[in-house]
């Protein structure tokens, strides 16, 4: 098992910053990956940035640029540092982990832009 809390989400205005946070705790052993999805409101969960077990990274055509996953492994952290936000970027974030074949999600963290 493996429990994520994400924080770090709330107001901010087109063209500001955020940063996100995933703790992590449980059992390591076999995660594949880690990453950040979002959902809109009447929209479906999208995949906004992972990294993989050995570093590889993959971002949303949409936030190519402006997002940066990365992680502390010392504190079992996971973060999305979110640049130039822009409305559309308005969702509940939900941080993941891929262990072996199940999927984790946290509760998720709203972030709001306002225009």
């Known amino acids: 098992q493996v429990q994520l809390e994400e924080s770090g989400g709330g107001l901010v205005q087109t063209g500001g910053s955020l940063r996100l946070s995933c703790a992590a705790s449980?059992?390591?052993?076999?995660?594949?990956?880690m990453g950040w999805y979002r959902q809109a409101p009447g929209k479906e969960r999208e995949l906004v940035a992972t990294?993989?077990?050995?570093?590889?990274?993959n971002y949303a055509d949409s936030v190519k640029g402006r997002f940066t996953i990365s992680r502390d492994n010392a504190k079992n952290t996971m973060y999305l540092q979110m640049n130039s936000l822009k409305p559309e970027d308005t969702a509940v974030y939900y941080c993941?982990?891929?262990?072996?074949?199940?999927?984790?999600w946290g509760k998720g963290t709203l972030v709001t832009v306002s225009s």
């Open positions: 990294i993989t077990f050995v570093g590889v990274i």
């Open positions: 993941n982990v891929h262990r072996i074949n199940t999927d984790y």
């Open positions: 449980g059992r390591f052993v076999g995660i594949n990956a």
